[in-house]
């Protein structure tokens, strides 16, 4: 069986160091306090890869951009052995991307919820899952699991549908005693919404809403009405993509490991279909399709983001 | 390998602006219209429902149904061929077919998939693609990207170019209604000298053997009924029990093909009193390649449902930019990767099965409920699992 080495040096970063670019899991959570609790906002490292993913696309396209590029797979393999200097290089700081957790966190606490965080937050996984290591899969979710357990945590609050359906869904399957409640900061943020606790004040510009895959073609659970709801309460106008809600259109991410430039391809058409529905803002809840649509030229708000800018609790003295 | 050569395709198919245009055009036209479709004719949801109770009956019972079909063949004096193997089928076909003959054939994926034109021209035949996209296509020397329309991602002008450079007439490339009737005046000749019809099906019903062929230009009433000899090729999984179910899988399969209705639903039985006009001879070539292994596996056999009404590959994301490039031979996109995994073997399909994104906007129209990414996941996961 021919397997691209871009699929397999992923597997093995991920395997050996729960991280997909061998950073230390205290690179994943800066943001956090420290603060502890069963239950914790726990974001999978997703947000602060994709910051990678972002800003040193022009190396990772290099390993990247051909599934046939197995040389370069085995330099960067190398490179990344280089421990210190590779790290150095690779880790782009904490930007914008990185610290939409913060926000996050920011958000939930202000509305009253007690949600805690780990200093150290492993990657879930869901590179193997989606690839199709799934024997390393079963094994390192089962890692993931007890790690997050020794922790004392029972329930996790996600910011983002791939992190959400893997831990809510996916891990029942595949961890046997898998305990541990999943719930998505968009139905915490609605119900403090929907009871008053908060509301959002009208920006005064109207935003064009882009469905994440996994949160409105999901075999499992759809969340498509619940976020437009939330913009809506705000007054601004929303608008709708030519393709959406069931049939919004992926935004390339998932194949940007290894047939990059097609990735892009995806990316660039969606982008070009959000731009089309008029909204002076493109509004995405999802770290890979805030990155995709960013790495080819778009400019987009990730929904964190107008929460963080919007969000008035109680009457507005805090 | 395999990978290169499938990533570098992919890649010029990128850069191809024609190619683009074209499939643009088609999935725009498609998803316009069969969003409106679906919301003003919501029966056809009932018709999918009923369809996949008939067929996932029939694909539990695929071997009774196998062997009750040769029975009812065979007491038709119709000649019944069960081909294991592509090869086989071709080898079959082509000895039935001998050479220095015309043939004039029906658009039929699993003949694609078994390269029977080139077979039979190699074998000193003629052969003729009567479905005007397939025939676009085989003007070209190309592949079909579409199991309904195969030749979206040609341009008039691509048509015209190609109809003066194989037969040296000028088209303005704006007068498509020209080269349209100058393709059927064409093709109208050879149903009349054709000695051999091939046709595939929509669906084969056993208990009263028949073929149930869904088309919108005529032209394969063409094929069924001129030519002296008639060879029907399907695969296994069209077989339903009864004409009832095979006219109902026709329609539901047009259905969502986005066609209200289509120009022709035709039910071709095989019966003696044909004779008169219609062939002589008849043959019935039952294709497994692969097949039953699919139909039987615990993990993809929900993939044997497809009724080929090509749904999921107007709206696949993938498809959307590289049409047909995506999948597996004859058989495009995710549901095309996952059958060939299965008919040309899991190593072959790789890299069609990783360049599915698994956002699923396919299972979210499939009349048959396939889970698509799911199977898709699994499959990569088998192939992982070997490693
Ligand atoms: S998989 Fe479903 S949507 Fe695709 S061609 Fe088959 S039946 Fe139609």
């Given at each position: 069986m021919?397997?691209p080495?871009?699929?397999?040096?992923?597997?093995?970063?991920v395997?050996?160091?729960?991280?997909?670019?061998?950073?230390?899991?205290?690179?994943?959570?800066?943001?956090c306090?420290?603060?502890?609790g069963?239950?914790?906002?726990?974001?999978?490292c997703?947000?602060?890869?994709?910051?990678?993913v972002?800003?040193?696309?022009?190396?990772?396209?290099?390993?990247?951009?051909?599934?046939?590029?197995?040389?370069?797979?085995?330099?960067?393999?190398?490179?990344?052995?280089?421990?210190?200097?590779?790290?150095?290089?690779?880790?782009?700081?904490?930007?914008?991307v990185?610290?939409?957790?913060r926000?996050?966190?920011?958000?939930?606490?202000?509305?009253?919820?007690?949600?805690?965080?780990?200093?150290?937050?492993?990657?879930?996984?869901?590179?193997?899952?989606?690839?199709?290591?799934?024997?390393?899969?079963?094994?390192?979710?089962?890692r993931?699991?007890e790690?997050?357990?020794?922790?004392?945590?029972?329930r996790?609050?996600?910011?983002?549908?791939h992190?959400?359906e893997?831990?809510?869904?996916?891990?029942?399957?595949?961890v046997?005693?898998?305990?541990?409640e999943?719930?998505n900061?968009?139905?915490?943020?609605?119900?403090?919404?929907?009871?008053?606790r908060?509301r959002?004040?009208?920006p005064?510009?109207?935003?064009?809403?882009?469905?994440?895959?996994?949160y409105?073609?999901?075999?499992?659970r759809?969340?498509?009405?619940?976020?437009?709801?939330?913009?809506?309460?705000?007054g601004?106008?929303?608008?709708?993509?030519?393709?959406?809600?069931?049939?919004?259109?992926?935004c390339?991410?998932?194949?940007?490991?290894?047939?990059?430039?097609?990735?892009?391809?995806?990316?660039k058409?969606?982008?070009?279909?959000?731009?089309?529905?008029?909204?002076d803002?493109?509004?995405?809840?999802c770290?890979?399709?805030?990155v995709?649509?960013e790495?080819?030229?778009?400019?987009?708000?990730?929904?964190?983001?107008?929460?963080?800018?919007?969000?008035?609790?109680?009457?507005?003295?805090e | 390998?395999v990978?290169?050569?499938y990533?570098?395709?992919?890649?010029?198919?990128i850069?191809?602006q024609?190619?683009?245009?074209?499939?643009?055009?088609a999935?725009?036209?498609?998803?316009?219209?069969?969003?409106?479709?679906?919301?003003?004719?919501?029966?056809?949801?009932?018709?999918?429902?009923?369809?996949?109770r008939?067929?996932?009956?029939?694909?539990?019972?695929?071997?009774?149904?196998?062997?009750?079909?040769e029975?009812?063949?065979?007491?038709?004096?119709?000649?019944?061929?069960?081909?294991?193997?592509?090869e086989?089928?071709?080898?079959?076909i082509?000895?039935?077919?001998?050479s220095?003959?015309?043939i004039?054939?029906?658009?039929?994926m699993?003949?694609?998939e078994?390269?029977l034109?080139?077979?039979?021209?190699?074998?000193?035949?003629?052969?003729w693609?009567?479905?005007?996209?397939?025939?676009?296509?085989?003007?070209?020397?190309?592949?079909?990207?579409?199991?309904?329309?195969?030749?979206?991602?040609?341009?008039?002008?691509?048509?015209?170019?190609?109809l003066?450079e194989?037969?040296?007439?000028?088209?303005?490339?704006?007068?498509?209604?020209?080269?349209?009737?100058?393709?059927?005046?064409?093709?109208?000749?050879?149903?009349?000298?054709?000695?051999v019809?091939?046709?595939?099906?929509n669906s084969?019903?056993?208990e009263e053997p028949?073929v149930?062929?869904?088309?919108?230009?005529?032209?394969?009433?063409m094929?069924?009924?001129?030519?002296?000899?008639?060879?029907?090729?399907?695969?296994?999984?069209?077989?339903?029990p009864?004409m009832?179910?095979?006219?109902?899988?026709?329609?539901?399969?047009?259905?969502?093909?986005?066609y209200?209705?289509?120009?022709y639903y035709?039910?071709?039985?095989?019966?003696?009193?044909?004779?008169?006009y219609?062939?002589r001879?008849?043959?019935?070539?039952?294709v497994?390649?692969?097949?039953?292994?699919?139909?039987?596996?615990?993990?993809?056999?929900?993939?044997?449902l497809?009724?080929?009404?090509?749904?999921?590959?107007?709206?696949?994301?993938s498809?959307?930019?590289?049409?047909?490039?995506?999948?597996?031979?004859?058989?495009?996109?995710?549901?095309?990767?996952?059958?060939?995994?299965?008919?040309?073997?899991?190593?072959e399909?790789?890299?069609?099965?990783?360049?599915?994104?698994?956002?699923?906007r396919?299972?979210?129209?499939?009349?048959?409920d396939?889970?698509?990414?799911?199977i898709?996941?699994?499959?990569?996961?088998r192939?992982?699992g070997?490693?």
């Open positions: 021919e397997v080495r871009n699929l397999t040096l992923l597997r093995d970063n395997v050996e160091t729960m991280h997909i670019f061998r950073l230390p899991l205290g690179r994943c959570s800066s943001w306090d420290g603060e502890p069963d239950t914790i906002l726990y974001t999978g997703l947000y602060q890869t994709m910051e990678i972002l800003r040193r696309g022009r190396f990772l396209d290099m390993v990247t951009k051909d599934p046939d590029r197995d040389f370069m797979a085995r330099l960067a393999k190398i490179f990344m052995s280089l421990g210190p200097v590779y790290r150095l290089f690779i880790d782009p700081g904490e930007g914008r990185y610290n939409l957790p926000k996050a966190l920011n958000i939930l606490r202000r509305l009253g919820y007690k949600v805690g965080c780990l200093r150290e937050e492993p990657y879930p996984g869901m590179l193997l899952y989606e690839f199709g290591f799934d024997r390393e899969f079963r094994e390192y979710a089962a993931v699991y790690y997050l357990r020794d922790r004392g945590v029972k996790l609050v996600t910011i983002d549908p992190v959400y893997l831990m809510k869904y996916i891990y029942p399957e595949y046997p005693g898998y305990d541990l999943v719930v900061y968009i139905d915490l943020v609605l119900e403090a919404l929907r009871d008053g908060a959002l004040r009208n005064g510009y109207s935003v064009t809403y882009h469905d994440p895959c996994h409105s073609k999901s075999r499992h759809r969340i498509i009405d619940e976020p437009r709801e939330i913009i809506k309460s705000s601004v106008e929303l608008r709708e993509p030519l393709r959406t809600r069931r049939f919004s259109m992926c390339g991410g998932p194949i940007e490991t290894y047939y990059s430039r097609l990735s892009r391809e995806i990316a058409r969606r982008l070009a279909e959000l731009r089309e529905a008029g909204g803002k493109i509004l995405v809840a770290p890979i399709c805030l995709s649509f790495s080819v030229g778009g400019r987009v708000m990730d929904l964190i983001e107008f929460l963080d800018e919007n969000l008035v609790v109680g009457d507005g003295v | 390998m990978w290169s050569r990533v570098r395709k992919l890649n010029e198919t850069l191809d024609e190619f683009r245009t074209g499939v643009e055009r999935v725009e036209a498609y998803e316009k219209g069969i969003y409106r479709l679906l919301s003003e004719h919501p029966e056809s949801y009932r018709y999918a429902e009923e369809v996949r008939i067929k996932e009956e029939s694909l539990r019972n695929i071997d009774t149904l196998v062997k009750r079909l029975k009812r063949c065979r007491e038709r004096g119709i000649n019944f061929f069960y081909a294991e193997t592509r086989a089928a071709r080898r079959y082509a000895g039935v077919v001998g220095g003959k015309t004039v054939k029906s658009k039929s699993v003949t694609e078994m390269d034109r080139a077979v039979l021209e190699e074998n000193g035949n003629e052969v693609e009567t479905d005007l996209g397939e025939f676009i296509v085989q003007l070209a020397g190309d592949e079909p990207m579409h199991i309904v329309t195969p030749s979206i991602h040609y341009s008039r002008h691509r048509v015209a170019k190609l003066k194989r037969f040296g007439v000028e088209f303005d490339p704006d007068d498509v209604e020209g080269m349209v009737r100058y393709a059927t005046g064409l093709l109208r000749e050879k149903y009349f000298k054709a000695d019809g091939i046709v595939g099906a084969l019903s056993v028949a149930v062929l869904v088309h919108n230009e005529g032209n394969i009433r094929v069924l009924n001129t030519p002296r000899t008639l060879i029907v090729v399907a695969d296994i999984a069209k077989l339903v009864t009832e179910d095979a006219i109902k899988v026709g329609l539901t399969a047009s259905r969502f093909s986005k209200l209705v289509t120009g035709d039910v071709f039985t095989f019966a003696k009193s044909h004779a008169e219609g062939p001879e008849i043959h019935l070539v039952l497994d390649g692969g097949r039953s292994r699919l139909i039987k596996d615990p993990e993809a056999w929900e993939a044997a497809c009724i080929k009404c090509g749904a999921c590959m107007y709206v696949c994301t498809y959307q930019i590289v049409g047909g490039r995506f999948g597996g031979k004859a058989y495009p996109s995710g549901i095309g990767a996952i059958v060939s995994s299965f008919t040309f073997g899991l190593d399909s790789l890299p069609a099965l990783y360049t599915c994104l698994l956002d699923g396919c299972y979210e129209i499939c009349p048959m396939i889970d698509i990414p799911g898709i996941r699994r499959l990569r996961a192939a992982m070997s490693l």
